[in-house]
Each structure stands twice: as C-alpha cells, then as structure tokens.
Nanobody
Framework: QVQLVESGGGLVQAGGSLRLSCAAS????????MAWHAQAPGKQRELVAS???????NYADSVKGRFTISRDNAKNTVYLQMNSLKPEDTAVYYC??????????????WGQGTLVTVSS
C-alpha cells in the first residue's frame, strides 16, 4: 500500500500565495515522476505541473512564471509553490505519482485532494 497525503490548501485573496505539499508513504521502492493536477468546478481534471525524478519540470501554460514545482526525494515529498494566484486558479488540487513498490509492482497513486480557493 502507498498513500499520498496533501496539505496546504485554503482560502487566499487574488495576488496571494500558497504552498501545497504532498508526502508519499508506504511500501515504496522507487518514486518516479510526481505531479499536481487541478479540477475546477464543472471542469475536467488538468495537469498543472510535473517533475521527474531528475528534477526536470513541466508546467501548464496558464501557470508558467507563477507556480513552481519541486521535490525532496529523501522525504518522498513534492511541493507546489503558487504565487500571484488568480480566481481562475480556484480548484481542488490533486497530487499524483507512479510508484514501484517493495514487491516490485508499479502503482499509479492519487492523493485525496486539497481545495484552493482564490477570492477576487
């Protein structure tokens, strides 16, 4: 079993900042790429940012220059620093990763989501 636990969501005014964290735990042998996705009300879940094991990053055009994804491999944790937040960033943010377990099984794991609300 592998779990992802997210934290850091909340209510913030437009122009403000939040930092999301997602920690992986359980029978982990290798964690591959880690990512954050967002699902706004009435919309499909979309990729916001991803980071490979070697630190290579990828961002949605809508967040480039405002959001920064990072990871701490020693802590099996991924972060999303969100600056200059806009009301359209309001969504439930989900952490996602691929894990090779100690039983050498590959699992795709999702967190439970954390709500980010940006007021205008």
């Amino acid at each position: 079993q592998v779990q992802l636990v997210e934290s850091g969501g909340g209510l913030v005014q437009a122009g403000g900042s939040l930092r999301l964290s997602c920690a992986a735990s359980g029978s982990i042998f290798i964690i591959t790429a880690m990512a954050w996705h967002a699902q706004a009300p009435g919309k499909q879940r979309e990729l916001v940012a991803s980071i490979a094991k070697d630190g290579t990053t990828n961002y949605a055009d809508s967040v480039k220059g405002r959001f920064t994804i990072s990871r701490d491999n020693a802590k099996n944790t991924v972060y999303l620093q969100m600056n200059s937040l806009k009301p359209e960033d309001t969504a439930v943010y989900y952490c996602n990763t691929g894990v090779v377990t100690t039983a050498l099984r590959y699992l795709e794991v999702w967190g439970q989501g954390t709500l980010v609300t940006v007021s205008s």
